[in-house]
């Protein structure tokens, strides 16, 4: 008796087979071309495999999530900070845990100067703040140079430029900056 030999003559299901698993390698193949055209590249290196293309799609993928979760929390943060700002403008009273950031002071130090901005709110009264800090640039030792301010929105922006002058400037700016962050 003689045994026929399956390769030679293939029953219809193996060649169903066969092309419904060569139809699906075409469909990965268009998809990955597909996801490699949405990929922005990040190096000019020539060919990748298809391992190193995948992951380098998956890393984009991770990337943009990261940059869309950071967009929507700048976004919910700038819209409670309109919100704040048109109750304050309609008169309505603020609830001052939504200002917990303010007043903030920020310091910085270019040689013997000392650039000192405070951030507060309009609404506030701002003036003791100013006071303070001008008070402890005179105690220390201090000249006060300048100081300016500006209105933006609901929040005032005020700048004091000093100059230390003291045998021990280093030790005078130390101790201005100790007491300023104290505020």
């Known amino acids: 008796m003689e045994r026929k030999n399956p390769s030679m003559y293939p029953s219809s299901s193996t060649v169903d087979r066969k092309t419904i698993e060569g139809n699906r390698r075409s469909r990965m193949r268009n998809l990955i071309i597909m996801l490699n055209s949405l990929v922005q590249h990040q190096g000019l290196r020539g060919p990748a495999t298809l391992p190193e293309q995948l992951e380098e799609a998956t890393n984009f993928i991770k990337r943009l999530q990261i940059n869309l979760e ?3 929390k700048r976004k919910e943060k700038l819209l409670r900070v309109r ?3 048109s109750r304050m403008r309609s008169g309505v009273m603020v609830n001052p845990a939504e200002t917990y950031w303010i007043p903030r002071i920020n310091v910085h130090q270019r040689g013997s100067t ?3 901005n405070l951030i507060t709110l309009s609404t506030s009264d701002n003036y ?4 303070e800090t001008v008070g402890t640039f005179h105690e220390e030792g201090a000249e006060v140079v300048s100081v300016s301010f500006s209105v933006v929105g609901i929040y005032v922006f005020q700048t004091v430029l000093s100059e230390v002058h003291d045998s021990r400037p280093l030790a005078a700016r130390v101790r ?3 007491r300023l962050q104290e505020l």
Do not use: G, M, S
């Not at 003791?128 to 006071?131: D, E, G, H, Q, S």
């Open 70 to 72: 950071k967009l929507r």
């Open 83 to 85: 919100n704040l700002n």
């Open 114 to 116: 000392l650039e000192v």
């Open 128 to 131: 003791p703040l100013l006071l």
């Open 176 to 178: 201005i900056l100790q």
